[in-house]
């Protein structure tokens, strides 16, 4: 049994879901009986790790404080920037656990066996992502249409959340890399541009980010297969 130091949790939820096109950002869309972001929430908080979740909202959204879930005590909402980076550095001013993980909001369908074995490989210096190897022949496009080259599949990685790194060496380097006008996509991002090398986790396939309107299909028959295996 795993004795597992207690670290915070960072949801960025303060997205409009522009490729979903739906006419709620995509994370109070329901799914499974609850919306997005709560099942997301619940997830993290069902392992022993995660004592406390900092969720960054959009400064104009009035879904979150009508969910049953924002008035559990271990929750607290600050409000997210222009980019999701912003977002997450926002609530990285209010983390004081020597870790932080990271998670979309986007993302429902985490398994517990992901989130162990990512908050165990995190437990270094480097930091660590969940990943999952890419499956299909890879090509770069020229721009106009076209395929230009294949992309050799080794070592690539679709990079997952949760990510987790120490954070201090996180809140430098999000910091810094911002100041510097880097585009930040994921907080390993802004680690590598600092110079660290976080481990890869690879994780499953099914922990995917809703996207775009097919996705949410998808994630809800992910979710009940996650479910019918929990009971
Ligand atoms: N300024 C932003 C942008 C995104 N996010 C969050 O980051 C996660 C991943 O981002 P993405 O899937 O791109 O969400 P959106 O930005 O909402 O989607 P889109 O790019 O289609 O608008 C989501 O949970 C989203 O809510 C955030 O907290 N702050
Ligand atoms: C963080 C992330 O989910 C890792 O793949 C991804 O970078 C988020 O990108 P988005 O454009 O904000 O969806």
């Given amino acids: 049994m795993n004795a597992w ?3 915070t949790a960072i949801v960025p939820a303060a997205g409009v879901g522009k490729r979903m096109a739906a006419d709620i950002p995509k994370q109070y869309l329901p799914l499974a009986g609850r919306t997005v972001l709560e099942h997301t929430l619940s997830r993290l908080l069902e392992h022993p790790a995660i004592t ?3 969720v960054a909202t959009g400064e104009q959204d009035e ?3 009508t969910l049953a879930i924002a008035r559990d ?3 607290e909402r600050v409000i997210g920037g222009r980019e999701r980076a912003d977002s997450v550095l926002n609530a990285l001013a209010r983390v004081d656990t020597g870790r932080v993980l990271v998670h979309d909001a986007a993302r429902p369908c985490l398994h517990r066996c992901d989130l162990d074995a990512l908050l165990t490989a995190a437990d270094q210096p480097q930091g660590a992502i969940l990943a999952c190897r890419v499956r299909d022949t890879m090509k770069r496009g020229d721009g106009r249409g ?3 080259e294949s992309v050799s599949r080794d070592e690539l990685w679709h990079a997952l959340t949760p990510q ?3 954070t201090g060496p996180l809140r430098r380097a999000l910091s810094a ?7 930040i996509t994921d907080e390993a991002s802004a680690m590598e541009w600092a110079g660290f090398h976080p481990r890869l986790v690879e994780g499953r396939g099914d922990n995917i980010k809703i996207t775009r309107p097919e996705d949410l299909a998808l994630a809800a028959f992910f979710l009940q297969q996650m479910i019918e295996s929990e009971t």
């Fill in 5 to 7: 130091t207690p670290l």
């Fill in 52 to 54: 406390r979740i900092v």
């Fill in 63 to 65: 879904w979150f404080p």
């Fill in 73 to 75: 005590t271990r929750i």
């Fill in 146 to 148: 076209a395929i230009m």
């Fill in 164 to 166: 987790c790194f120490a």
């Fill in 177 to 183: 890399a911002l100041r510097q006008g880097l585009a």
